[in-house]
C-alpha cells in the first residue's frame, strides 16, 4: 500500500479525516445563502477556489455534500446532515477563540518588569510612558534591584521581562543588547582627584577604597572585572542615588553610570577623573527566561528600548 492516510482509514488522525474550519464554514455559508459564488464571495475566495475546496471535502468524507445547477447549489442528504454537524464544530472553534482572546487579554493586562537600578532610575521611566501611550489598558509593575536580584526574579517566574548591567547573564535567560553606558570616576569639587593634572591609573583605583555599589550589582561587576580586584569599599551602598549622594557630600571618590551623573556634572556638584589603561564601557541587556521570549506588552517595550535606548 502506498504511503500516506487515506481517508476514513481507523488508524488515521483527526486532521486527516476532519475537513478543515475553513471548509465547514464554507459548507455553512453555502447551505445559507444557496449559492456557491455567492459563499465565496462572503468568505473572500474565489468561486474556482470554492469550489476545489468542496471536491476536496468531498472525496475527503466519502459522499457527495452538494448539488451545483445553473439555479444555484443545494446541499444534498448527506451534506444537510454534515452541515448540522458543521455548524456544532464551528461553534465550538468560536467559543475556543474567544476564550484564546480573554486569556491574551487577561495576560495582556499586566507587565511585570524587574530592573537593576541604573536603568530602572534613568532609563526606564521614559520607555515606560511610551509604553503607556501604546498600551493605556496595561498595568505595569517595575522591581528595581541590583542584576543578580533581577535574574533570580526571571527564574522564579515572579518577572515577565528584565533589565540588567552586568558582564553576562545566568544560565536559563535569554538576552538583547539594548542600549550601551560607560562607567565614570567622580568626585566632589574638593576631593584631590578633582585637581589632578593628569589621568588616574588603573592600579591607583584599584587600590583606593571607593563608594561602590554592593556585590551583586552590574556596576560593581563590571568594575571589579575591569580593574582585576578591587580595595576594601570604603562605603557599600545599594542603590546609585544613596553612592552619588555620598559622593556628592564629600565621603570620597566613586565609580557611576554616566547615565547616572550628568546634572551633577553639569552643575560642577561632582567633577569626572580621567582613568588610563582601563575600558569601563558596558552593555545594558534585556533578559527573560530561556524559551520564553516576550510577547504582547513585554515585547513592546522591548522595541520600544531598540528605539530609544542611549547608543
Same mark, same amino acid.
Given at each position: ?15 486527516? !479525516?476532519?475537513?478543515?474550519? $475553513?471548509?465547514?464554514?464554507? @459548507? ?5 445563502? $444557496? ?70 487579554? +487577561? ?18 521611566? /521614559? ?5 503607556? &501611550? ?37 544560565? =536559563?535567560?535569554?538576552?538583547?543588547? #539594548? ?16 585637581? !589632578?593634572?593628569? %589621568?588616574?591609573?588603573? $592600579? ?8 561602590? !555599589? ?14 582585576? $580586584? @578591587?580595595?576594601? %569599599? ?8 544613596? #553612592? ?5 557630600? /564629600? ?8 547615565? &547616572? ?6 552643575? !560642577?556638584? @561632582?567633577?569626572?577623573? %580621567?582613568?588610563?589603561?582601563?575600558? @569601563?564601557? +558596558? ?27 542611549? =547608543?
Amino acid at each position: 500500500m502506498a504511503e500516506g492516510v487515506e481517508a476514513g482509514l481507523p488508524g488515521a488522525g483527526l486532521a486527516h !479525516r476532519v475537513p478543515d474550519l $475553513g471548509a465547514l464554514e464554507l @459548507l455553512l455559508a453555502v447551505a445559507r445563502l $444557496g449559492s456557491l459564488g455567492r459563499a465565496a464571495r462572503e468568505l473572500g475566495i474565489t468561486q474556482p477556489a470554492a469550489s476545489s475546496r468542496v471536491r476536496s471535502m468531498e472525496r475527503q468524507l466519502g459522499v457527495a455534500l452538494v448539488d451545483r445547477s445553473p439555479r444555484g447549489s443545494r446541499l444534498t442528504a448527506a451534506g444537510a446532515l454534515v452541515t448540522d454537524w458543521a455548524r456544532r464544530i464551528v461553534e465550538a472553534a468560536e467559543a475556543f477563540d474567544a476564550g484564546a482572546q480573554a486569556l491574551r487579554g +487577561r495576560r495582556d493586562s499586566r507587565l511585570r518588569v524587574a530592573a537593576s537600578m541604573t536603568i530602572a532610575e534613568y532609563l526606564l521611566p /521614559g520607555w515606560l510612558i511610551a509604553l503607556r &501611550a501604546q498600551r493605556p489598558d496595561t498595568a505595569v509593575s517595575l522591581l528595581a534591584g541590583n542584576s543578580a536580584a533581577v535574574a533570580e526574579r526571571l527564574l522564579a517566574d515572579e518577572a515577565d521581562l528584565g533589565f540588567v548591567e552586568g558582564l553576562s547573564v545566568p544560565a =536559563g535567560l535569554d538576552e538583547a543588547v #539594548v542600549a550601551r553606558d560607560r562607567l565614570i570616576v567622580v568626585t566632589a569639587p574638593g576631593h584631590p582627584w578633582a585637581r !589632578r593634572r593628569r %589621568p588616574l591609573t588603573a $592600579g591607583e583605583l584599584a587600590s583606593t577604597p571607593l563608594i561602590l !555599589r554592593e556585590e551583586g550589582s552590574g556596576t560593581r561587576q563590571v568594575l571589579d572585572a575591569a580593574l582585576g $580586584g @578591587l580595595a576594601r %569599599p570604603l562605603l557599600e551602598l545599594s542603590s546609585t542615588t544613596a #553612592v552619588k549622594a555620598s559622593a556628592v557630600s /564629600g565621603a570620597g571618590p566613586a565609580v557611576l553610570s554616566e547615565l &547616572a551623573v550628568g546634572e551633577e556634572l553639569s552643575a !560642577r556638584r @561632582l567633577v569626572s577623573v %580621567p582613568v588610563d589603561g582601563v575600558r @569601563l564601557d +558596558r552593555a545594558l541587556r534585556a533578559v527573560w527566561r530561556t524559551g520564553h521570549r516576550p510577547t504582547g506588552p513585554g515585547r513592546d517595550l522591548l522595541g520600544l528600548t531598540r528605539h530609544r535606548g542611549q =547608543g
